[in-house]
């Protein structure tokens, strides 16, 4: 069965770094999109990037350009999100999303901005 | 501000149909598929509908979607209290070169 887990969040102050990890297992990871998808506590989901299957096309949501970086591991069957200069608007849950239309979510890991 | 609106609430009485508008514009429901999300309390969303693919396993047929123009729908026919949940709909936007979610809809039970 299709499994993705998330690893890597965690407390950080403004202005600091984190890199996002997912596992994917019960699939042929190489032959799929995938995407990190966030969500706030309290709010709705926002898309964050994309990244298909050889890692050469990506996508980053205006909030996440710039700051944030879309990667993939595809012998290790893994997705990375590195995300630098963190906001308190960062805070959210990131959930590991496979194919272009979100087929699969991880559980997700709790990023939390604040001093 | 999301570029797709939906209404914040819905609510229904067992047995009854509920419907879920999902407003965009030219560049996003208007040329993409639409895909709709279930997501229950504490829990990470679920694919509920792919566009007019079928539904994915596992999802009963008391849901249905539709398009036209800038808008789409989502309904719940025959509400059952597990249907309780948040529900989002989302579109690809070519002028954004992004992913757009509605707003989202609390689904109630009565």
């Known amino acids: 069965q299709v499994q993705l887990v998330e690893s890597g969040g965690g407390l950080v102050k403004p202005g600091g770094s984190l890199r996002l990890s997912c596992v994917a297992s019960g699939f042929t990871f190489s032959d799929y999109i995938m995407n990190w998808i966030r969500q706030a506590p309290g709010k709705g989901l926002e898309w964050v990037s994309y990244?298909?299957?050889?890692?050469?096309?990506?996508y980053y949501s205006d909030s996440a350009r710039g700051r944030f970086t879309i990667s993939r591991d595809n012998t290790g069957n893994s997705l990375y999100l590195q995300l630098n200069s963190l906001r308190d608007e960062d805070t959210a849950v990131y959930y590991c999303?496979?194919?272009?239309?979100?087929?699969?979510w991880g559980q997700g890991t709790l990023v939390t901005v604040s001093s | 501000q999301s570029v797709v609106t939906q209404p914040p609430s819905a609510s229904g009485t067992p047995g009854q149909r509920v419907t879920i508008s999902c407003s965009g514009s030219r560049s996003n429901i208007g040329g993409h598929t639409v895909n709709w999300y279930q997501q229950p309390p504490g829990t990470a969303p679920k694919l509920l509908i792919n566009g007019d693919n079928p539904r994915p396993s596992g999802v009963p047929d008391r849901f249905s979607a539709s398009k036209s123009g800038t808008s789409a729908s989502l309904a719940i026919s025959g509400l059952q209290s597990e249907d309780e949940a948040d529900y989002y709909c989302v579109a690809w936007d070519d002028r954004l070169n992004a992913f757009v979610f509605g707003t989202g809809t609390k689904v109630t039970v009565l």
């Open positions: 990244i298909g299957s050889s890692g050469t096309t990506i």
């Open positions: 999303v496979r194919e272009g239309f979100f087929d699969y």
